[in-house]
């Protein structure tokens, strides 16, 4: 079956439904993705010439530029994930921030979109993506949970592979108040093909304050500040951490892994989701969490007490996006998690 695709106006892929015959306007945007592909090689070529993206293969993984300020991976037919690495702004939210550094859609196995990006309640949420509501630099006090006094700059991609048995990418970006670099970020995203049942994206990400210790802190009584997973709009939810199903929402809550399960397939009535899993190594582990059955898994590190990373002292934290069909009990989440922790590396540049 072959996927037709459509890009907004602010380079956000929206969601892509099933047809069995490509329609004119369908061809006619296949072939402005390929130009648009070639000009992103060029363009990575002259970034970085060490980092490669190899031809596309029909069943195997493939990275395709949309628009100037985003980039794509599908598996064969099926979109994976969208990495916005350019500040986006939205027509549906016009009074919003821009947003970079996140990714948005991630997508679940048979297409549907999992995550969201400015929602009315939240309009600062922004699907997959990292951000503290305290940051000091000194005595400035800046916040980029809701895209206040700092930005995320991207500086260079440090990886695009794409293959058959599947796709690693690299980014390094830049923190900035004003002109000034604060801090210097690496991502690094292993995604594994799908399986009948899920699939498995790893991400490593990597913080060195440049020239001034940086201070973290989460939000009061609450700790979000860090990893967080905004979904996507469903009538049902379930969020299930080790214990169990939940049926209030979490905050300060020390937990290894959490689940997000609902109906994000847009009537057709199918339940899927994503868990996020620490991994074991991961700073001051296991961290604190709040869940909200709105749509919200947020890791809370460090949480409530204040960390200060030192000026050229970097600090990595590891997880796993785990998306998968169904709404599975805890003991197969944990399963999941601790074949997880047995099996991941660090990534090898």
């Not at 991609?157 to 390094?172: F, H, M, P």
């Not at 989701?273 to 604190?288: E, L, N, Q, R, S």
């Amino acid at each position: 079956m072959l996927y037709s695709n459509a890009v907004d106006q602010v380079g956000r892929l929206t969601v892509l439904a099933p047809r069995n015959v490509p329609a004119p306007e369908t061809i006619a945007m296949r072939v402005s993705w390929g130009l648009a592909l070639l000009a992103c090689v060029a363009f990575v070529a002259a970034q970085n010439p060490e980092a490669k993206s190899p031809a596309a293969s029909p069943n195997g993984f493939r990275f395709e530029a949309i628009g100037d300020k985003s980039l794509g991976l599908w598996e064969g037919d099926r979109p994976v994930f969208v990495y916005h690495f350019g500040a986006v702004t939205s027509s549906n939210a016009p009074n919003a921030r821009s947003r970079s550094d996140y990714f948005h859609p991630l997508y679940g196995l048979d297409g549907e979109v999992l995550t969201d990006d400015f929602p009315l309640d939240h309009d600062y949420h922004r699907g997959l993506y990292w951000a503290w509501s305290h940051i000091r630099v000194g005595d400035q006090e800046l916040d980029s949970w809701s895209l206040r006094g700092v930005r995320y700059e991207f500086r260079r991609w440090l990886a695009k592979e794409a293959r058959s048995d599947g796709a690693r990418l690299g980014v390094e970006n830049g923190w900035f108040v004003g002109d000034k670099q604060i801090m210097r970020e690496t991502v690094w995203v292993q995604v594994q093909p799908r399986s009948a049942s899920s699939r498995a994206i790893d991400l490593e990400l990597t913080w060195k304050p440049t020239e001034r210790a940086v201070s973290l802190l989460g939000a009061e009584g609450k700790s979000y500040g860090g990893l967080t997973l905004r979904f996507g709009p469903r009538s049902k939810t379930m969020i299930t951490v080790p214990g169990g199903r939940t049926n209030g929402d979490l905050v300060v809550t020390n937990l290894p892994w959490a689940d997000l399960s609902g109906d994000l397939s847009k009537g057709r009535g199918d339940l899927s989701g994503i868990a996020v899993f620490v991994h074991p190594g991961h700073p001051d582990y296991p961290p604190t969490w709040m869940t909200r059955h709105y749509g919200l898994l947020a890791v809370g590190w460090p949480g409530v007490t204040s960390k200060t990373l030192p000026a050229g002292e970097p600090v990595t934290c590891r997880y796993r996006i785990w998306i998968h069909r169904g709404a599975p009990d805890a003991a197969e989440i944990q399963r999941a998690y601790e074949d997880y922790c047995a099996r991941a590396k660090p990534h090898s540049e």
